[in-house]
């Protein structure tokens, strides 16, 4: 079979395919335990800078106790071979990508000269007609794209309104256009809620496109029998 190349071209056109964004969605140590490991690893290696500490033990106490925490070593993200390491297993595509420029879930580093000697030979043999070729430094890489990842399809898709309850309890931070509304524990009424559009620092335009987005949050056939109609209300 002809060697793939996994750059972004090639990620590109996978996701072009199938109808998803270019880059994964999930892409985040606050979204992925995947991603989170991959990146980890990668700063525990002194392959990238050093993650915060702080930071770093806040995502792994997160993600410790996920459903999707890996539950044996083989299905762990790993990474092996010494020092420094050439082997990475299990990764986040995203993070290889932006790591190594290569979006894979595995890569071996070549780092036998015999080895080298035969990668060599094989490029001469077979070149490949792109002129990229991965076995210059790679002995295996197994290209993956985000949505062929197995954490993909398991992960939950974010919710835009995720920490906003109706009359109940907000807690973090909620940013409706444009104007931050923090604080331990807060109450929100919908009322409130198109107040603090309105009394916000964004332009009209961006004030409406924040209506119309809470609208079509509440028209939802489960919401609108619960709150009895009430997007048709919000307007200019």
Same mark, same amino acid.
Request: hydrophobic letters at 35%; proline letters at 10%; a negative charge.
């Given at each position: 079979?002809?060697?793939?190349?996994?750059?972004?071209?090639?990620?590109?056109?996978?996701?072009?395919?199938?109808?998803?964004?270019?880059?994964?969605?999930?892409?985040?140590?606050?979204?992925?335990?995947?991603?989170?490991?991959?990146?980890?690893?990668?700063?525990?290696?002194?392959?990238?800078?050093?993650?915060?500490?702080? /930071?770093?033990? /806040?995502?792994?106490?997160?993600?410790?106790?996920?459903?999707?925490?890996?539950?044996?070593?083989?299905?762990?993200?790993?990474?092996?071979?010494?020092?420094?390491?050439?082997?990475?297993?299990?990764?986040?595509?995203?993070?290889?990508?932006?790591?190594?420029?290569?979006?894979?879930?595995?890569?071996?580093?070549?780092?036998?000269?015999?080895?080298?000697?035969?990668?060599?030979?094989?490029?001469?043999?077979d070149p490949t007609p792109t002129g990229k070729d991965w076995r210059w430094i790679w002995s295996h890489v197994a290209p993956l794209h985000y949505a062929d990842c197995p954490l993909y399809a398991k992960l939950l898709p974010e919710k835009t309104m995720a920490n906003l309850t109706f009359n109940g309890p907000v807690t973090g931070n909620v940013n409706i256009a444009g104007h931050s509304i923090t604080g331990p524990v807060m109450t929100l009424t919908l009322t409130e809620l198109i107040e603090k559009i309105d009394a916000s620092t964004a332009t009209p335009l961006e004030k409406e496109e924040a209506k119309s987005k809470l609208a079509e949050f509440l028209a939802h056939p489960l919401l609108a029998s619960v709150f009895g109609g009430i997007a048709g209300g919000i307007g200019g």
């Open positions: 079979m002809p060697l793939t190349f996994p750059d972004l071209a090639w990620y590109s056109a996978q996701s072009e395919r199938k109808r998803l964004p270019g880059r994964c969605p999930y892409a985040s140590i606050h979204r992925c335990p995947r991603y989170f490991e991959s990146a980890a690893l990668l700063s525990d290696a002194g392959t990238t800078s050093p993650m915060p500490q702080e /930071l770093h033990d /806040l995502m792994l106490e997160k993600w410790r106790t996920h459903d999707l925490s890996p539950a044996t070593a083989e299905s762990a993200t790993s990474i092996s071979g010494g020092s420094p390491p050439n082997c990475y297993s299990n990764f986040c595509p995203e993070t290889a990508f932006d790591t190594f420029g290569l979006f894979a879930a595995t890569l071996i580093r070549i780092v036998d000269p015999i080895d080298r000697q035969m990668a060599e030979r094989l490029i001469k043999d």
